[in-house]
């Protein structure tokens, strides 16, 4: 059975190709390459034991999107492409949205029209990559799903129009399969060290900023405030495997393949970890220093930010498994096998 994984070149698509293949199931990655490597294919085929198809293109190209899913009939789509960078999308709101939000219709157009052809002979199953940032600043933790939305920066705003343009279609057209799976927040990398996180220019996110400080690319971490009301005043989060995030796909695909409707669950791990928490677990990781310096509170951080899993364990039977220690020793691997990325030789 073939998975269309849209972004499955990524670091999310990827460790879900892999995943996938191993359950016996099919990706077939849809990538234009613009926030990943392509030498990410010849680590998926090192991993699954051979090539995986691409179909290398643009997810806002409705057309030639429709001609891919009539070519390969899969049974289930997995939605990753779009931009994901909260500050970037700050400074350029446009392109958020026309990227995230067009990227979105026009995969939803092209999987209606492969219907309306008569080529694609199946009620649509897609599941979307969504993310907690459409809860906003929550008012307690840990967050359940039934928590109130909301936005605090334009990639959030995309996520959350999404769920809703999902959620409209599914209304109008019930047959419609929709997962929407909102991730906390990814770390870590495959065991195997060849295939990772590797941002382009200046890490996004806490655990790619704190590998490459201990590889010696970069001479600290900034710290953005240490006065919050938490145990050791800095931020907390729910930091969850990759792996285990790759997984829960998985098991999201094949609940929609098992019966009609829709669902919307948190992955997360329902614990949460401090900044510091997680300086000193890369320290125990990579047997290296990690220094770093107190700086302002950025602004729209939440102080605490961690999930209620239950209803993907009760939905799905899934729950992830992996410690912080398993997440850095994992990411400690990749990063130090490829001190550059996969820009390293």
């Known amino acids: ?28 990655v849809l990538d234009n390459f613009s926030n990943s490597h392509p030498v990410v ?26 001609g891919v899913l009539l070519r390969h009939q899969p049974v289930a789509v997995v939605h990753f492409a779009g931009d994901k960078a909260v500050g970037e999308s700050v400074a350029q ?47 307690t933790v840990p967050i359940t799903e039934d928590f109130p939305r909301s936005h605090t920066n334009p ?9 809703d343009m999902l959620s409209a279609q599914h209304a109008a057209d019930p047959s419609w399969r929709v997962g929407v799976l909102r991730y906390f927040n990814p770390v870590g990398a495959h065991p195997s060290g060849l295939i ?6 200046m890490p996004n996110n806490l655990m790619p900023f704190v590998a490459q400080v201990a590889i010696g690319r970069r001479p ?15 931020g907390v989060r729910d930091y969850i495997h990759v792996m285990d995030l790759a997984s829960g796909h998985v098991a999201a695909v094949r609940a929609l393949l098992a019966k009609p409707g829709s669902f919307t669950v948190n992955l997360g791990t329902g614990q949460g970890h401090s900044v510091l928490d997680m300086v000193r677990a890369f320290e125990r990781a990579s047997g290296r220093p990690v220094p770093y310096r107190i700086a302002p ?17 009760t939905l799905l039977g899934w729950q992830a498994t992996r410690s912080l220690d398993d997440m850095c020793a994992d990411a400690w691997r990749w990063q130090s096998g490829n001190p550059n990325g996969y820009r390293s030789p």
């Not at 059975?1 to 077939?28: C, D, F, N, R, W």
């Not at 990639?155 to 769920?163: A, N």
């Not at 990772?196 to 220019?201: Q, V």
């Not at 509170?297 to 364990?313: E, F």
């Open 93 to 139: 709101p446009l392109k958020y949205f026309h990227n995230n939000i067009g990227g979105a219709v026009s995969l939803m157009r092209a999987m209606v029209q492969a219907v309306a052809e008569g080529g694609w002979p199946r009620p649509p199953a897609l599941v979307f990559s969504s993310s907690a940032t459409v809860y906003g600043d929550p008012a």
């Open 1 to 28: 059975m073939k998975i269309l994984l849209t972004g499955g070149a990524g670091y999310i698509g990827s460790h879900t190709a892999v995943t996938l293949s191993a359950e016996g199931l099919e990706p077939v």
């Open 196 to 201: 990772g996180e590797d941002p382009d220019g």
């Open 155 to 163: 990639y959030g705003h995309t996520k959350l129009v999404i769920e």
């Open 297 to 313: 509170r950025r602004a729209g951080d939440v102080a605490q930010c961690w999930a209620d899993p239950g209803r993907a364990r």
């Open 220 to 234: 600290h971490l900034s710290v953005f405030g240490n006065d919050y009301p938490t145990p050791d005043g800095t």
């Open 41 to 66: 294919m010849e680590r998926l085929a090192h991993l699954c034991g051979g090539p995986l198809t691409l179909e290398q293109g643009d997810v806002l190209d409705t057309p030639w999107l429709t």
